[in-house]
């Protein structure tokens, strides 16, 4: 709506129900709304592309465990955790 000028407007024409239908097939199901404009303007249609292209990688992999490795990841978690570190078991 920003690229239409305000004062080049003649008529807005809002369409619903079985003539938005009519017209637009299923896509004009939630209505239409015409714009008419003053005049067109001549020469070759002019149209514009701006894009972006990025390629990405993965920088690492996570290291993922079984149950019975998670289990014993929460074990050693707990272990170092603890308040008194005498009872640390050793590797």
Do not use: F, H
């Not at 067109?40 to 292209?53: L, Q």
């Amino acid at each position: 709506m920003n690229d239409i000028n305000p004062d080049e407007i003649v008529s807005l024409d809002i369409l619903k129900d079985a003539s938005a239908t009519a017209i637009y097939g299923s896509r004009g199901s939630g209505g239409v709304i015409l714009i008419t404009t003053k005049r067109g303007r001549t020469g070759k249609p002019v149209m514009s592309y701006n894009a972006y292209y990025g390629v990405s990688s993965i920088l690492g992999e996570l290291k993922t465990y079984d149950g019975k490795g998670y289990a014993q990841l929460k074990a050693d978690a707990a272990a170092l955790n603890s308040a008194t570190p005498e009872r640390l078991p050793m590797p």
